[in-house]
């Protein structure tokens, strides 16, 4: 492949990496750093003029000087006389940040005693679980009174600007948190997924997952969920908010996973808190076996602790974020590779071939 650059940000090397091992490519060097006074500095030692640059940055680790480099990066790219630079961003950054979601976040500490506690006491009269603080957030309940509803900034549509504005032509995101964000672009964006290497990872190490059911943790992930099952010929279930006497809600599981495998399917483990609660009443309903697979594995906070304290047998996350430091710290996590699959995109729009045909389903058995 002539007149292609790849460049890589201090987020995730050795993805990008791996990303050229798959293409045949080095990656072009470039040396990135601080001054004293913490700024960012960013030299690229490779011509990049009349070439097509993709720049591979995650939005994980220090997000915040991370984001900043990549706009270095891409401005660096434009002053070079790139003829087209293309961002990849396995995980975008601030793109889980809707006013919905934010209002659910709860600080760190808060989510993690909750999460403990919920699944360290037993259930004696129901298998609904316990209504903290955090569990009514989990359900978008507010516990402020009156009618006011609180406005959240979403950070997102502005990291969308400012990449066109650095000077980006194209972007690459998989699996974005809050897929509307790609209407705030006006450069191509290529959406992708990681279901067709979720499948295959379900298909070779989930030894009985013919029997199993894939459970969405909450009725946002549903679709996401359906498109699995309807691939692997599997059962759905689904995990709701239910209303007891009009008084207060329950966390409620739709489905039937008494004594069969159940794979709980979300985009992201940021806190651990929705996989420990939905683990938590899979595991009260007779499930045999609780896995669960996110795309991103952020892993903040209390997030190994409560997987750690949890019935879930495996965490399978692909390696969008690096993984090897949480691998060490628990041992129920495996990571899926998506390095090959990102390789062919770039290969793909490199030389202007269809991506959707990557996402198009082999009915094998």
Same mark, same amino acid.
């Given at each position: 492949?002539?007149?292609? %650059?790849?460049?890589?940000?201090?987020?995730?090397?050795?993805?990008? $990496?791996?990303?050229?091992?798959?293409?045949?490519?080095?990656?072009?060097?470039?040396? #990135?750093?601080?001054?004293?006074?913490?700024?960012?500095?960013?030299? *690229?030692?490779?011509?990049? $003029?009349?070439?097509?640059? !993709?720049?591979?940055?995650?939005?994980?680790? $220090?997000?915040?000087?991370?984001?900043?480099?990549? &706009?270095? +990066?891409?401005?660096?790219?434009? @002053? /070079?006389?790139?003829?087209?630079?293309?961002?990849?961003?396995?995980?975008?950054?601030?793109?889980?940040?809707?006013?919905?979601?934010?209002?659910?976040?709860?600080?760190?500490?808060?989510?993690?005693?909750?999460? @403990?506690?919920?699944?360290?006491?037993?259930?004696?009269?129901?298998?609904?679980?316990?209504?903290?603080?955090?569990?009514?957030? &989990?359900?978008?309940?507010?516990?402020?009174?009156?009618?006011?509803?609180?406005?959240?900034?979403?950070?997102?549509?502005?990291?969308?600007?400012?990449?066109?504005?650095?000077?980006? =032509?194209?972007?690459?995101?998989?699996?974005?948190?809050?897929?509307? !964000?790609?209407?705030? &672009?006006?450069?191509?964006?290529?959406?992708?997924?990681?279901?067709?290497?979720? *499948?295959?990872?379900?298909?070779?190490?989930?030894?009985?997952?013919?029997?199993?059911? %894939?459970?969405?943790?909450?009725?946002?992930?549903?679709?996401?969920?359906?498109? %699995?099952?309807?691939?692997?010929?599997?059962?759905?279930?689904?995990?709701?908010?239910? =209303?007891?006497?009009?008084?207060?809600?329950? @966390?409620?599981?739709?489905?039937?996973?008494?004594?069969?495998?159940?794979?709980?399917?979300?985009?992201?483990? =940021?806190?651990?808190?929705?996989?420990? +609660?939905?683990?938590?009443? +899979?595991?009260?309903?007779?499930?045999?076996?609780?896995?669960?697979?996110?795309?991103?594995?952020?892993?903040?906070?209390?997030?190994?602790?409560?997987?750690?304290?949890?019935?879930?047998?495996?965490?399978?996350?692909?390696?969008? %974020?690096?993984?090897?430091?949480?691998?060490?710290?628990?041992?129920?996590?495996?990571?899926? =590779?998506?390095?090959? @699959?990102? /390789?062919?995109?770039?290969?793909?729009?490199?030389?202007?071939?269809?991506?959707?045909? #990557?996402?198009?389903?082999?009915?094998?058995?």
């Amino acid at each position: 492949m002539k007149n292609i %650059v790849l460049l890589t940000g201090s987020s995730h090397p050795a993805l990008a $990496r791996r990303i050229g091992e798959s293409l045949g490519i080095e990656i072009a060097s470039c040396t #990135l750093g601080k001054f004293s006074n913490q700024e960012t500095s960013v030299e *690229i030692k490779d011509s990049v $003029r009349e070439k097509h640059v !993709y720049i591979i940055q995650s939005g994980c680790g $220090r997000v915040n000087d991370n984001v900043i480099e990549l &706009f270095i +990066l891409i401005q660096a790219c434009r @002053m /070079g006389s790139a003829k087209r630079i293309t961002v990849v961003t396995p995980l975008f950054p601030y793109s889980r940040q809707s006013d919905k979601s934010q209002k659910k976040r709860l600080p760190q500490h808060q989510i993690g005693s909750e999460i @403990m506690n919920s699944l360290t006491q037993t259930s004696e009269t129901s298998p609904s679980l316990p209504q903290g603080t955090f569990a009514q957030s &989990f359900m978008g309940m507010s516990s402020a009174e009156g009618g006011y509803r609180q406005w959240c900034a979403r950070a997102g549509t502005l990291i969308a600007n400012l990449v066109q504005a650095a000077g980006a =032509d194209h972007l690459i995101a998989m699996d974005l948190h809050d897929p509307q !964000y790609q209407g705030f &672009f006006h450069i191509p964006v290529d959406l992708i997924y990681a279901e067709p290497c979720i *499948i295959q990872w379900i298909r070779s190490e989930i030894p009985n997952w013919r029997q199993a059911v %894939v459970v969405s943790p909450d009725a946002g992930g549903a679709k996401r969920a359906t498109s %699995v099952c309807n691939k692997l010929n599997l059962d759905f279930a689904l995990i709701h908010k239910e =209303d007891l006497a009009n008084t207060k809600e329950s @966390m409620g599981l739709v489905g039937e996973v008494a004594g069969r495998p159940a794979i709980i399917l979300d985009d992201m483990i =940021d806190s651990g808190s929705t996989i420990g +609660l939905a683990s938590e009443i +899979l595991k009260r309903h007779g499930a045999t076996e609780i896995y669960a697979i996110a795309v991103h594995g952020v892993f903040s906070g209390p997030a190994l602790q409560i997987i750690n304290r949890s019935p879930v047998t495996i965490v399978a996350c692909t390696n969008t %974020v690096p993984q090897e430091e949480f691998r060490s710290q628990c041992a129920k996590l495996r990571t899926i =590779d998506i390095a090959p @699959m990102l /390789g062919e995109i770039i290969r793909r729009t490199f030389y202007g071939e269809s991506v959707t045909q #990557l996402f198009v389903h082999d009915e094998q058995a």
